[in-house]
């Protein structure tokens, strides 16, 4: 099971922390990604960070800006945001692949648990 939260309401150039709990899945072995669904878009990927090597993807249009994390002991990945834009706005997901050991994916198709998502807004 995994469950986002940290989302609300952001002034441009603001930052935002979400989280996601983990539950029923090592960190330590399952890839965790970060998904992002603007209204009347489709999901996108953000991130990714595998579970056995730490290797870490953005996508091109949150580079600088975002950063993936995660603390296995507390079994919770983050999505730190900065320098927010209108655009980042929209419910963010993180998920896991059904599987360990996982190449990291910015894919939703390579993705089979998902959590509930976190809206994000940004808006003066």
């Known amino acids: 099971q995994l469950v986002e939260s940290g989302g609300g309401l952001v002034q441009p150039g603001g930052s935002l922390s979400l989280s996601c709990g983990v539950s029923g899945l090592s960190l330590s072995y399952y890839n965790i990604g970060w998904f992002r669904q603007a209204p009347g878009a489709e999901r996108e990927g953000v991130s990714c960070l595998r579970g056995d090597d730490n290797t870490i993807i953005y996508a091109d249009s949150v580079k600088g800006r975002f950063t993936i994390s995660r603390d296995n002991a507390k079994k919770t990945a983050y999505l730190h945001i900065k320098n927010l834009k209108p655009e980042d706005t929209g419910i963010y997901y993180c998920?896991?692949?059904?599987?360990?050991?996982?190449?990291?994916?910015?894919?939703?198709?390579?993705?089979?648990?998902w959590g509930q998502g976190t809206q994000v807004t940004v808006s003066s």
């Open positions: 998920a896991a692949p059904q599987h360990v050991f996982s190449q990291c994916s910015l894919r939703t198709d390579e993705y089979h648990y």
